[in-house]
């Protein structure tokens, strides 16, 4: 391996000196506590803000921790349909606590059709409203 000078404008200047490595030269040390006292939180700080801008950091964090249930800034919808052969009539309630409190909400609902059992009807609890699509919702997760 050669080194040489280069200046501007100009390529490398042949003849070159050879570079001479010795064996018993130390190689420095790589400087571990500059990047993990100085870079590191920088750059966790650049991915935290990547998530925030690119991502759904609340859908995230409620699906990593709240995967059958209602995160505690979600709102829960319940859906009863008395028949459960015809899903276009329906009865609901919105903005519900938790999937427990929509759960008793379909009991009386049910219970009030004389459907205590939900033999004949059928419901479902949608969890964190994401968006409308015309007139459909679309829920994180839909539970019963």
């Known amino acids: 391996m050669y080194s040489g000078v280069r200046r501007a404008g100009e390529g490398f200047i042949y003849p070159l000196r050879p570079i001479t490595v010795d064996p018993g030269d130390r190689v420095p040390p790589i400087p571990t506590r500059a990047i993990y006292c ?50 276009t009539i329906h009865q609901s309630r919105v903005n519900l606590d ?27 609890c949608g969890v964190g409203k994401i968006e409308n699509v015309y007139d459909l919702s679309v829920y994180r997760i839909t539970v019963r």
Do not use: H
């Not at 759904?56 to 409620?62: I, L, S």
């Not at 004389?114 to 033999?119: A, E, S, T």
């Open 38 to 87: 100085e870079i590191m939180p920088l750059l966790i700080i650049l991915a935290v803000g990547l998530w925030f801008v690119f991502g759904d950091p609340g859908k995230t964090t409620a699906n990593w921790f709240w995967e059958k249930s209602a995160a505690p800034w979600e709102s829960v919808d319940a859906f009863y349909y008395p028949d459960r052969t015809d899903l």
């Open 98 to 124: 938790d999937v427990d409190a929509c759960r008793i909400w379909v009991r009386s609902a049910a219970a009030a059709q004389g459907d205590v059992l939900l033999m004949r009807g059928d419901y479902e």
